[in-house]
């Protein structure tokens, strides 16, 4: 029997419990941020209307319940965040305090997409950039913060209804907003929200859509089971310094997603997304004695269960398919469990890198990888043959939200090409998973106790535990916990607050944004949240709270220098984008580390990748003048420690003893600072340097930037390699940075 390539895509949908439980400073309702409401009208509602376009191509979406939670509490008009307060107060009521919150955070969201489309938005976003925040609190007038409080919720509702004669009529009004205006944008908004959840359970019912939950709060259930698991991945990994070992909270997580569903849906789920498909052995009774029939994993996971490496060719695809794209079954105590894993790098691809390509060319690029991986699969069967023997699953499962920001018009055409090319192809299927389960069994086996315990995270748990903040944030909880578990007759029947506020802390996000790796501008709020939620125990225990908990976790200090934390996609024109390059990697050079720094006119060396570009930023100190400060050249070198290849010495002169500048290079890309002109090279025998040519980027104006496509380095995924970059005068050499060190780079 011929079949096609199944396909099965699952968008994850998420937020954490921004409601405030500090009910002695806030009034009841009071949520500390605005992501539920906003998201709700721009990225939950559109994605699956979208779909239903297309009626051939079926997809999962992954319905978190606390999101659903706070989507009922704007819908029910209890909620209210400090966003909107201001967005309803009448601008002559406006304090000083609350006129800095507007020009501070009105402008949260992505420029590009959301801001500069629209003039008047782009014009109050670029007076506050250009003259200070400063001179807008000093200068601008009611109407000016009128206008930008309608923008602010104008710009995130999805283009798909801005054919509602309201919307309309909002936009092309521009400026000149009232305060009536503005209560309408907010009743529309929850309008939109009303919407959802019916949305959804209607194209369940029709069969074009499969919903499925994740633990209640979305916790990392092998880190509720026992915190100790973080050294299994990472054998050194320091651990908190109280044991969190409360397995008795996984099945409360999973029967209260599963009831949740039941009542919103009007059927039992039959998939779970694992929170940040973190998946361990001990978890796996639990999620089937609750009922589950499947859940889903990255391929890290994986390939440490199988002890396999997933090698990738120069295109990022799959060279052992096989391995990868089939259901596999867990047996467990209460009878089997499937689990899928995705595909890391085709869902990063529309994460985090086709938002900075056309629409059309990005959906090529995606069906052209799933056509590969057809043809792969093909030539490796006994035989061979035209058509595929036997089905074949691909799962993409990614963030369902907050990739859109960076896509034109909320990546409605790229959605649109996609879908379009999809239900026209004859070798392509989209699926829901439990379609494909239910029709195709799991054959392969994987033995009880071999699962992996790790998430889609590297297959480890590093980005929840092991950082010290992590870990003191740890100690709070388990202290926490063992006080409710002292009090034995708070059931959740009898005492449900100080249940919602253990689930609540026990929630991943506060442990995602503590400590190394991630940070945003609400890192000290989302330390707050945690921080009630956990106060909120010992008050409804009526303990006294610890004074521990009145402190920060940590301090939310600017950072110094920091590795990248996710991908980019700066726009190289020399200006330095502060959203394009807040992801970076960031190296301090001068100032910040001391006037003896012998290269102190550059102060800071900002770097970062995505899919299709290595990318480089340096900041000059004000005032410097090229070719006179600071040297005319700037010579990128790159070697590749685990590739045995032709390298050559830095083609210049006068080049110290000393490394790294005494190492050899496979790749130089040299720079003219002053005519902003570049040539690129590649090491051959004898150690000579040959021309090539090159597709990178370069722009100079308040600083340098500089993109270099993966192309140019020829080097396939997951790649390390290292950098140098060095300043010269006419071929002579001047100086390097980093001092003493190099960029370390992997290639995604």
Request: charged residues 20%.
């Amino acid at each position: 029997m011929a079949h096609p390539l199944y396909v099965a895509f699952i968008w994850h949908q998420h937020q954490p419990l921004y409601k405030c439980r500090d009910s002695a400073s806030v009034a009841p309702g009071q949520y500390r941020l605005p992501w539920v409401r906003l998201h709700g009208t721009k990225d939950y509602l559109d994605l699956v209307l979208l779909l239903e376009r297309y009626p051939k191509l079926h997809q999962t979406v992954n319905l978190v319940p606390s999101l659903i939670l706070q989507l009922e509490d704007y819908i029910a008009g209890t909620a209210f965040d400090p966003y909107l307060a201001v967005a309803l107060t009448p601008t002559e009521q406006l304090n000083t305090g609350q006129r800095q919150f507007i020009i501070e955070h009105f402008f949260d969201g992505n420029h590009h997409t959301l801001i500069d489309p629209h003039p008047r938005y782009a014009e109050l976003y670029w007076t506050r950039q250009d003259k200070g925040r400063a001179w807008c609190l000093d200068n601008w007038t009611e109407q000016d913060y009128s206008d930008l409080l309608a923008w602010h919720n104008l710009s995130w509702i999805d283009p798909l209804f801005w054919d509602d004669p309201e919307i309309e009529g909002w936009l092309k009004q521009e400026r000149n907003f009232t305060l009536g205006d503005r209560q309408r944008i907010f009743s529309k908004q929850r309008e939109i929200l009303s919407r959802i959840i019916p949305q959804h359970r209607k194209m369940q019912d029709a069969g074009q859509l499969e919903v499925t939950t994740t633990p209640y709060t979305h916790p990392i259930l092998p880190l509720l089971a026992d915190t100790n698991v973080g050294q299994r991945a990472v054998p050194n990994m320091t651990l908190p310094q109280s044991r969190f070992q409360w397995e008795e909270d996984i099945p409360r997580h999973l029967n209260k997603a599963w009831e949740m569903y039941k009542d919103r849906f009007g059927r039992a789920p039959r998939g779970l997304w694992p929170s940040e498909q973190s998946v361990s052995p001990e978890i796996l009774p639990y999620i089937a004695q609750t009922g589950f029939e499947w859940i889903c994993s990255d391929e890290a996971v994986l390939g440490c269960t199988l002890k396999h490496f997933f090698h990738r060719d120069e295109a990022g695809n799959v060279s052992e398919p096989e391995l990868l794209y089939r259901p596999y079954r867990l047996e467990t105590p209460h009878g089997p469990l499937s689990i899928v894993f995705r595909d890391h790098r085709l869902s990063d691809l529309i994460g985090f890198t086709y938002g900075a390509m056309e629409p059309k060319q990005a959906a090529a690029d995606l069906v052209g990888h799933l056509e590969a991986i057809a043809r792969s699969l093909k030539a490796r069967q006994p035989g061979g043959g035209t058509s595929l023997e036997q089905p074949w699953l691909v799962n993409i499962a990614l963030d369902g939200e907050n990739c859109w920001e960076h896509y034109e018009r909320d990546g409605i055409p790229f959605l649109e090409s996609l879908y379009e090319r999809f239900s026209q192809h004859p070798e392509i299927k989209l699926v829901t998973v439990s379609e494909f389960v239910e029709q195709f069994p799991p054959t392969e086996i994987l033995p009880e106790g071999q699962l992996h315990t790790g998430s889609w995270v590297d297959g480890s748990f590093t980005t929840w535990i092991g950082d010290p903040a992590k870990n003191r944030a740890w100690d709070l909880l388990t202290e926490a916990r063992q006080v409710l578990a002292n009090h034995p007759e708070a059931t959740e029947e009898n005492n449900p607050e100080v249940w919602e506020a253990l689930y609540a802390a026990e929630g991943s996000d506060w442990f995602w944004w503590f400590g190394e790796g991630h940070t945003s501008n609400q890192d000290a709020m989302f330390d707050q949240l945690f921080r009630e939620h956990v106060c909120a125990i010992y008050q409804a225990l009526n303990e006294p709270i610890p004074p521990s908990l009145k402190q920060p976790v940590e301090i939310h200090d600017v950072r110094g220098s920091h590795t990248p934390e996710s991908f980019i996609h700066p726009v190289i024109d020399g200006m330095g984008d502060e959203q394009d390059w807040d992801n970076a990697g960031r190296i301090e050079i001068g100032g910040a580390r001391g006037t003896m720094h012998r290269s102190s006119d550059i102060q800071r060396l900002w770097y970062g990748v995505d899919h299709l570009n290595f990318y480089l930023r340096l900041d000059f100190k004000a005032g410097i003048q090229l070719g006179k400060d600071i040297p005319g050249e700037l010579h990128l070198l790159w070697f590749y420690p685990e590739r045995i290849m032709h390298n050559s010495p830095a083609p210049l002169a006068e080049l110290p003893d000393e490394a790294p500048m005494d190492y050899l290079f496979h790749h130089q890309l040299g720079i003219n600072l002053l005519t902003q002109s570049f040539w690129f090279q590649e090491a051959g025998e004898h150690y000579q340097w040959h021309p090539r040519s090159s597709r990178a980027k370069v722009a100079l104006k308040q600083c340098l930037e500089v993109a270099v496509p993966w192309a140019d380095l020829q080097i396939g995924p997951d790649s390390p390699l290292r950098l140098v970059l060095a300043l010269a005068d006419n071929g002579i050499f001047r100086s390097y940075v980093p001092e003493n060190s190099l960029v370390l780079i992997q290639a995604p």
